[in-house]
């Protein structure tokens, strides 16, 4: 009997090692200009039958000063992100780094996140990401109001 398990185990395989990834890379702009400083998250959408291949393959990249990302699978570190479809998550990293200051009214000061809920809270953003790789996964975010909060006005605090 544990011959057989085993057997099971080695043919068919287990975690993200059997899901198909592909490079992935691409731009983000707020308001026509580079978005540095953010998070960019691929979460693949899954079914009953591969929940949990893809459960934890998301993948994520950081911007750099010219708004360009690359993916790495979170779990493993691999390059790209996993074939298919994907929701799409951005958030910018300087307002997920400052931790929430409260006035007396329960407000929190720090204003509200910069980039709007349709790119990551209740995302819109989705993304097909073809077997061969694609390096022009951009996104053109817009916020008429988007200003990055001050980091210096929250100075750092030990959680």
Do not use: W
Not at 85 to 94: E, H, K, M, S
Not at 128 to 153: I, M, Q, R
């Amino acid at each position: 009997m544990i011959l057989i398990i085993l057997a099971v185990v080695v043919f068919t395989g287990c975690g993200s090692d059997d899901v198909p990834l592909a490079s992935v890379a691409g731009t983000v702009t707020m308001n026509g200009k580079p978005l540095s400083g953010a998070t960019v998250l691929y979460r693949p959408r899954t079914t009953d039958k591969d929940s949990d291949l893809k459960g934890a393959a998301e993948s994520y990249g950081k911007t750099d000063e010219n708004g360009h990302y690359e993916l790495s699978v979170v779990m493993t570190g691999d390059t790209g992100a996993v074939v298919g479809p994907n929701d799409v998550i951005i958030t910018l990293d300087v307002f997920e780094e400052i931790l929430p200051s409260f006035d007396e009214s329960g407000k929190d000061q720090r204003g509200p996140n910069p980039i709007p809920s349709q790119y990551n809270s209740d995302t819109t953003l989705e993304f097909d990401v073809p077997p061969a790789g694609v390096e022009d996964a951009d996104f053109e975010l817009l916020n008429p109001d988007f200003k990055v909060p001050d980091k210096s006005a929250h100075p750092a605090r030990d959680v």
